[in-house]
C-alpha cells in the first residue's frame, strides 16, 4: 500500500471540458487524487511550469482522446511528456476513448489497454480499479471444505476451526449480524466433522473472537460469524482484503468533503456491495478509523446507515 493517495494526470482538450470535470470529480470522488487544469494552475502561474510538476508528480497519466483533443496541440504535448514518463518506467499511460473510431487512436497508442467510456460508469470503475490496484477478476474459489483450507497461519487454527470459517465467510451474504446464523447439524453435513470436533471448533473460534455461539433447537445450537472473521478470512475466500477496501473506503470518505455520508451512497460509487462493503466500514468504525451510526429503518443490507469522519479518517487515508 502506498503512503499517499494514487496521483493522476488528466490530459485533455478544452473544447471537452465537460467531460473531463465530470471525470476529475467522479476519480477524486473514489480516493484518487487528480492533477486538473481547471483546479491546479492559477491566475499568474505558469502553464508550462505547472503542467511539467502535474506531469512529474503523477504515478498514472490519463489523456481524454476525443476528435478535440487530436486536434489540440497541447493535448498532443502533454502526451509526448506522458510517453517518456512511461517508457522510462515512471508512469502508467492510460488512453481514455470517447467518440473516436480504433483508426482514428494514434498509433503508438494501440498497443496499449484502452478505457472506454460508451459505457461511463463502467468506464470510470476501471480507472478506479486501476489507479487503486483493485482486484476485478473473479475471487479464487476456496478448495474444497474437506481439504486442508488457505488461511493464513497468523490466525493460528486448528484444519477444523478453518473449515468452520471458511463454511461461515462461504455462506454470508452481506456480512452483517448473524449472516449467516448456522444449525450444528447442517455445519455437521456441510464440513464433514462430527458433534464433537463441532464443539471444538465453535469453542476455538470463539476464543479467538471470531464467532459467536447461540441457543439452538438442539443441544449443540447455531453459531453465527462476528466482523472480525471476515476481517481474516475474505482475503483468501473471497478474493478482496477488508483493510486494503477500509483504506480506500477512507480516502473515498475524506475525499468527498462532507463528514458525514450515507453508507449505500458510498457503494453506489464504489460498486462493491454489502458483502464487500460492510466489513470495509466494520473494520474502520471496530478500529476507530470512523465513526458509525447504526442502521435505521429500511438501511438494511449496510452495517451502518451513516459513516462519519473523524480526523483518525483522514491520517488513515494518508497512511
Not at 11 to 27: I, K, N, P, V
Not at 92 to 120: A, F, M, S
Not at 164 to 183: G, I
Not at 206 to 230: D, K, W
Amino acid at each position: 500500500m502506498t503512503s499517499d493517495p494514487p496521483k493522476a494526470f488528466l490530459s485533455y482538450s478544452t473544447a471537452d471540458q465537460r467531460l473531463a470535470e465530470r471525470l476529475a470529480q467522479d476519480l477524486t470522488n473514489s480516493g484518487i487524487q487528480v492533477w486538473w487544469a481547471r483546479w491546479e494552475i492559477k491566475p499568474g502561474d505558469s502553464l508550462r511550469r505547472k503542467i511539467d510538476e502535474g506531469i512529474e508528480g503523477a504515478a498514472y497519466f490519463m489523456v481524454l482522446l476525443t476528435p478535440n483533443s487530436l486536434k489540440s496541440e497541447w493535448v498532443q504535448t502533454e502526451l509526448d511528456a506522458g510517453m517518456v514518463r512511461r517508457i522510462e518506467g515512471s508512469c502508467r499511460l492510460i488512453p481514455i476513448i470517447h467518440k473516436l473510431r480504433t483508426d482514428e487512436v494514434p498509433i503508438t497508442l494501440r498497443g496499449l489497454r484502452w478505457v472506454k467510456l460508451d459505457d461511463y460508469d463502467a468506464g470510470i470503475r476501471e480507472l478506479v480499479n486501476a489507479c487503486l490496484e483493485l482486484e476485478t477478476k473473479p475471487p479464487l474459489g476456496s478448495r474444497p471444505l474437506r481439504g486442508l483450507p488457505s488461511l493464513p497461519a497468523e490466525l493460528d487454527l486448528s484444519v477444523n476451526a478453518q473449515r468452520l470459517a471458511v463454511l461461515l465467510s462461504n455462506r454470508s451474504k452481506e456480512a452483517n449480524t448473524n449472516d449467516p446464523l448456522l444449525e450444528a447439524a447442517e455445519v455437521l453435513e456441510a464440513i464433514q466433522i462430527t458433534a464433537n470436533e463441532w464443539t471444538m471448533a465453535v469453542d476455538e473460534l470463539e476464543e479467538h473472537g471470531l464467532v459467536i455461539r447461540h441457543l439452538g433447537q438442539t443441544s449443540f445450537g447455531r453459531v453465527s460469524p462476528t466482523p472480525n472473521l471476515f476481517f481474516g478470512t475474505d482475503a483468501h475466500v473471497k478474493g478482496w482484503n477488508p483493510k486494503s477496501d477500509a483504506h480506500a473506503l477512507a480516502a473515498f470518505l475524506v475525499n468527498r468533503g462532507t463528514d458525514l455520508i450515507r453508507t449505500e451512497d458510498a457503494d453506489q460509487q464504489l460498486k462493491w456491495g454489502p458483502r464487500r462493503m460492510n466489513p470495509a466500514a466494520n473494520f474502520l468504525v471496530f478500529h476507530d478509523l470512523a465513526k458509525g451510526h447504526e442502521r435505521q429503518a429500511g438501511a438494511n443490507p449496510y452495517a451502518f446507515y451513516y459513516l462519519q469522519v473523524t480526523p483518525r479518517t483522514k491520517r488513515f487515508a494518508l497512511e
